[in-house]
């Protein structure tokens, strides 16, 4: 079985503090982690994945995350948020055991004020 | 064309009618997925497809949800006898078949359906 937790619906920061997002995840095997950005009225966009390697992952935008295996999370990061970073993101893993099925968290909210 | 799509992005229906959602993959991607998004929850696995095997229907939530691809390529989710708790964004979304899971999927925009 596979899942991911999302502990917050929505997190609030102004432009140019640090910006984190949290995820947790279980799996059976090894983990196969991804974020996907979600803007007002679109479809899901890549961000990053982590499968194997360096534990810090670099995606677009200038976003990170860093895998934790001890701590079964995948936390979203970027040093410096931007008005624009305003979306909703969403964690998904997909256990090693299957080839497809990827699992979604419920969805944090991120508002960044001016 | 360059990226998943889906029509149409808005439909509202009346309860008990039919509809039918069709998706139109990136070229060359042989698996596809629907999924279901509804306010404030996450998105919900439906159906997989990939080349030429049987497809994964576990995720559908009830036998009046159905899915064909036909080609390989496009498909299309149908809803019969639509309810007010089919309401909701279907998300279509393709990728290539990487072996192990590695591969990252491409979403369209969804179709977003109102049952009244």
């Known amino acids: 079985a596979q899942s991911v937790a999302q502990p917050e619906d929505q997190v609030n920061v102004a432009e140019g503090n640090p910006l984190t997002v949290k995820c947790t995840y279980s799996?059976?095997?090894?983990?196969?982690l991804f974020w996907y950005v979600q803007y007002p009225n679109r479809g899901l966009q890549f961000l990053l994945k982590?499968?194997?390697?360096?534990?810090l992952v670099k995606g677009s935008y200038g976003f990170e995350a860093e895998f934790n295996k001890s701590q079964t999370s995948f936390h979203l990061k970027k040093p410096s948020a931007l008005v624009s970073d305003s979306a909703l993101y969403f964690c998904?893993?997909?256990?090693?055991?299957?080839?497809?099925?990827?699992?979604f968290g419920a969805g944090t909210t991120v508002t960044v004020r001016a | 064309g360059a990226g998943v799509s889906q029509s149409p992005s808005n439909k509202v229906t009346e309860k008990g009618k039919d509809v039918e959602l069709r998706c139109d993959p990136i070229?060359?991607?042989?698996?596809l997925y629907w999924y279901r998004q509804s306010l404030g929850q996450g998105l919900e696995f439906l159906i997989y497809?990939?080349?030429?095997?049987?497809?994964?229907k576990s995720g559908l939530p009830s036998d009046r949800f159905s899915a064909e691809r036909t080609g390989g390529s496009v498909s299309t989710l149908t809803i019969q006898r639509t309810q007010q708790e089919d309401s909701a964004v279907y998300l279509c979304?393709?990728?290539?078949?990487?072996?192990?899971?590695?591969?990252?999927?491409?979403f369209g925009e969804g179709s977003r359906l109102t049952v009244l």
């Open positions: 070229s060359g991607h042989t698996a």
């Open positions: 799996v059976s095997g090894n983990p196969y």
């Open positions: 979304a393709s990728s290539l078949f990487v072996a192990g899971g590695r591969g990252e999927l491409f």
């Open positions: 982590y499968i194997t390697g360096d534990n």
């Open positions: 998904a893993v997909r256990d090693s055991s299957n080839d497809y099925k990827l699992s």
């Open positions: 497809f990939q080349g030429n095997s049987a497809p994964d």
